[in-house]
C-alpha cells in the first residue's frame, strides 16, 4: 500500500538531546513538508522539500534541521536549541505544487523528559 | 487579519441534522482549497478539494467555495456521531506559494 510513514510514533527527548524523526513515502511524491501541531492550534510550517536536496524553511525553522538526500526520506531533527519542542509533528508530502493536496502521516509525539 | 480563519467551535448538532463548517481567507488570488477531518490524537485526513466557485459534492460532503467574498464552507449532511472531530480549513496562498491551515472547527454529532 502507498502512504507515509512516520517513526517513532512517540518520543521522549532529554535536556540538550538532539532528536530525529523519521519520515518516509512511498507515492513517488516529489514534495515533502513537516508541520508541527501545539494543542488546540493550526498546523504551522516548519521545512518543506520540493526536490531532492533541496529545501526551504518554513515559518518555524529555529531549532530544527532536515536533509532530503533521497526522494522517498525526509527526516526531521529537533535540535536541542528547539527550547519548546514538546508537540505533535505531521509530515506531508504531494506532488510538486500547492494546488496538489497534502498527505499526512500519523505522526510523532514528542515530550520532553 | 489570520490568513485563514475558523470558529474554533465546539459545533454542536444533533445526529441527521446539517452540519455546516465555514472558513474565510485573505488572499484574493488563492486557488486551492481543502477541507481536512482529524480525529482526536490523530492525523489530518484529505475529505475535499475543491478549485472553482460553487458547489463540490462527495457523499455525504459538499464543499461551497466563493472566491468574490473569501470564503469556503463544508456542508456535512445526515450527520453521524462518528463525523465527530476538528475539520481543518488549508487554503493556498498564492504570494507565499504555501499551504496555511486554519485553527480547526470542533464539531460535536451527539446521538
Known amino acids: 500500500d502507498g502512504g507515509i510513514t512516520q517513526s517513532p510514533k512517540y518520543l521522549f527527548r532529554k535536556e540538550g538531546q538532539n532528536v530525529t524523526l523519521s519520515c518516509e513515502q512511498n507515492l513517488n511524491h516529489d514534495a515533502m513538508y513537516w508541520y508541527r501541531q501545539d494543542p488546540g492550534q493550526g498546523l504551522r510550517l516548519i521545512y518543506y522539500?520540493?526536490?531532492?536536496?533541496?529545501?526551504q524553511k518554513g515559518d518555524i525553522a529555529e531549532g530544527y534541521s532536515v536533509s532530503r538526500e533521497k526522494k522517498e526520506s525526509f527526516p526531521l531533527t529537533v535540535t536541542s536549541a528547539q527550547k519548546n519542542p514538546t508537540a505533535f509533528y505531521l509530515c506531508?508530502?504531494?506532488?510538486?505544487?500547492?494546488?496538489?493536496?497534502?498527505?499526512f502521516g500519523d505522526g510523532t509525539r514528542l515530550s520532553i523528559l | 487579519q489570520k490568513e485563514v480563519e475558523q470558529n474554533s467551535g465546539p459545533l454542536s448538532v444533533p445526529e441527521g441534522a446539517i452540519a455546516s463548517l465555514n472558513c474565510t481567507y485573505s488572499d484574493r488570488v488563492s486557488q486551492s482549497f481543502f477541507w481536512y477531518r482529524q480525529y482526536s490524537g490523530k492525523s489530518p485526513e484529505l475529505i475535499m478539494s475543491?478549485?472553482?466557485?460553487g458547489d463540490k459534492e462527495d457523499g455525504r460532503f459538499t464543499a461551497q467555495l466563493n472566491k468574490a467574498s473569501q470564503y469556503v464552507s463544508l456542508l456535512i449532511r445526515d450527520s453521524q456521531p462518528s463525523d465527530s472531530a476538528t475539520y481543518l480549513c488549508a487554503v493556498n496562498i498564492k504570494a507565499t506559494d504555501k499551504l496555511i491551515f486554519g485553527t480547526g472547527t470542533r464539531l460535536q454529532v451527539f446521538p
Open positions: 522539500s520540493q526536490i531532492v536536496n533541496d529545501f
Open positions: 506531508a508530502s504531494n506532488p510538486r505544487g500547492t494546488n496538489q493536496p497534502q498527505h
Open positions: 475543491i478549485y472553482s466557485n
